[in-house]
């Protein structure tokens, strides 16, 4: 993933680095195969973002990552 692209998120939101790298923490330990991991991660993530997340966006980042994994065009999504 395209770190240069994370840190543009990170500046454009005002963004606390130190909630990435925890919520980074917390991806890595975490089996992103189950669905109920995956919505508590984009749950934690739209919380540090300050975004609300609709159901519908919720539901197709959660099918993307499932058939696609996690790549840089999930940015898209947001």
Do not use: H, W, Y
């Amino acid at each position: 993933m395209n770190i240069g692209k994370i840190m543009n998120v990170i500046a454009q939101n005002n963004i606390d680095p130190e909630e990435v790298f925890k919520l980074v923490d917390q991806i890595r330990t975490t089996n992103l195969k189950d669905e109920a991991n995956l919505r508590s991660i984009i749950n934690s993530a739209s919380k540090i973002a300050g975004k609300k997340i609709d159901k519908q966006k919720e539901d197709a980042l959660v099918k993307r990552i499932l058939n696609d994994g996690v790549n840089e065009d999930i940015f898209s999504m947001l």
